[in-house]
Every structure is written in C-alpha cells, then in structure tokens.
C-alpha cells in the first residue's frame, strides 16, 4: 500500500502530461476535393495523377495555360530555404515549339531556368516508354555561376496528341550538399500515374 | 512569339499566316528571331506607324505594347487584345473564319 502511495504522486503526474500532450491531428489532405478512388486525384478535369505526399505541396502559379507545379523544401521548419529544394511540374506548353522531342528538349533547354543563368552539362537524352508510350528522358545538371549553387534536373517528353508536354523537376543544393534519390523517386511515381483524362484543346480543335 | 511558332502548324490548316512588328531595328530582330528559331516573318517599324494603325503606340513609350490583331482575308479586323495573347481564344477565332472562308 506504501509502495502505491509513493508512485501514485508520479503515476497521477504522468496521466496529467499525457493528458495535456497534444493530439497529432491528421493533417488535412490538400488534395481532399479532387481525391479519386484508388489514391489519384482529377485535376481541372484534364488529368488524373497520384500526387507525391507531403511535404510536397501544390504551388499556385498564376498562369493561364494549363501548367501544375509541386514544391517541397528540404527542411520544412523552414520552408522556402534556398538554395535546399526541390520542384516538379507538368507543363502543358513547355518551352520551345517542335513537336519533335529531340529539337524540343534543346528549344526548352535554352529558356529552362533562364532567369537563374544556370551554366547547364551536356544533357542526356534516353528514349523510354511510360505505360506504353513513346517518351524522352532528359537528365542534367547545372551550375549558377555566382553562389555555385548546384542544380540536377529530370525532363520527361511526351506527347499529347500532336503537340509535346513535358514534366520535370529540379532539385536546388548549395555546394556539397546531396541531392536526393528520393525526390527523383517521387517524380518517377509522378509521371508514371499520370493520365490525360480527355482530349486536349488541340486535339478537340 | 514563341507560343505563335508553336502553333504555326495549326495557323497553317486554318489558312492563317502570322507576322510580328517591332520597333527594333532589323539587325536586332534578326538576332532574335535567330535566338529564338522563328520561321515566321518579324517586321522591323522604327518609326511606329503601324503601332499608331493598331492602337499599339503609347505616347512617350518607346515601345510598342503587346497587341494581338486579327484581320481577315477581306482586310477587315476581326479581333484586337491588349496583353499577352490568348492563343486558344485566337485558335478558335481562325478556325471560325477559315469556316466563313470556305463556305457552308
């Protein structure tokens, strides 16, 4: 009986702090209007994809053409902190204008991340095929010239209809930092589950 | 620019042509057209005339602003909007007219 009165101080102790520790709410999911079945979402009624889990997260891009970015930074208790971050999109209207894969991954090489002066390797371009599809995959790397900061990026080609569509991502490091697998591993599951769910405009024009 | 060289291939089956205007001079634009690989033509009006035909010639600017006209194969504008184009709203519109072009 001694032995319980002792512990029961601690014991009513540990029920208070349990009972004062926050519960982990679930986060709402961002993507709760558009959710599918199975997982995917239906965007704007044009696409179905299964998006990448937080803490990626939509950005708003302010753009009349049909174009879907995903962001995440690499500590999100700081979010925004350049240069550790990581973007992928769907470009509906990529740069550049053929309809061709190869002259049209180098039109969009010319103008991708123009603003940031990004000094871009030799890029590498393998023809793939995504769910029976004809694609072109395009890896790179860059440099900005002044902080050196370190840029590696991924572009999928493909075609929607007649015209090209391009998904891609980019991953920002300062010098010495590792780039992450597991962001590239994203985009892959990303494109993978992508599907136009009608034809497009042009298709329809 | 480059959105019109992308749908040059859709301007051809409407039986449209596309051409720029600028007030730059000749050799600037054929640096650009060059940079950027446009195949259409890009005239050179330093001296603004046809920005002031199509309301694209602001006092003092000296510049034209971004103007997109329409005008069909009886010379009559069908369509002019300030800003960066709207090329599906022009795609519509010259699949419209190439209609009325061709006839019931």
């Keep these: ?205 | 620019m480059e959105g019109h060289q992308r749908n040059l291939y859709l301007y051809d089956r409407f039986n449209a042509r596309v051409a720029g205007v600028s007030r730059d001079d000749a050799e600037t634009l054929h640096h650009w057209t060059k940079e950027l690989g446009l195949t259409f033509p890009v005239f050179s009006n330093p001296v603004g005339h046809l920005g002031i035909w199509f309301d694209a010639l602001e006092v003092g600017s000296p510049m034209f602003s971004r103007n997109t006209v329409v005008i069909d194969k009886w010379g009559t504008i069908r369509y002019m909007q300030r800003g960066s184009p709207d090329y599906r709203e022009i795609l519509r519109l010259l699949k419209q007219l190439h209609a009325e072009e061709v006839g019931p």
């Design chain 1, 1 to 205: 009986m001694n032995c319980l009165l002792r512990w029961l101080p601690l014991l009513l102790a540990g029920l208070l702090v349990a009972a004062c520790a926050p519960a982990i709410a679930p986060q709402p999911d961002p993507w709760q209007t558009m959710r599918q079945s199975g997982g995917s979402v239906l965007w704007l009624g044009e696409y179905r994809f299964v998006p990448p889990p937080p803490p990626w997260q939509e950005l708003d891009l302010n753009e009349n053409d049909l174009s879907l970015a995903l962001y995440r930074s690499c500590d999100m208790a700081e979010p925004g902190k350049f240069p550790c971050e990581s973007t992928m999109a769907y470009a509906e209207e990529p740069f550049g204008y053929s309809r061709e894969f190869e002259p049209r991954a180098h039109e969009f090489l010319k103008r991708y991340l123009w603003a940031s002066r990004v000094r871009f390797s030799t890029p590498e371009l393998t023809p793939i095929v995504i769910d029976g599809r004809q694609a072109l995959l395009v890896q790179v790397a860059g440099e900005e010239p002044v902080k050196h900061h370190r840029l590696q990026a991924r572009i999928v080609f493909m075609h929607r209809g007649e015209r090209v569509v391009a998904f891609f991502i980019n991953q920002w490091r300062a010098d010495g930092l590792p780039f992450s697998t597991a962001d590239f591993a994203e985009f892959d599951r990303f494109v993978a589950s992508f599907r136009f769910v009608k034809p497009s405009f042009y298709e329809n024009l």
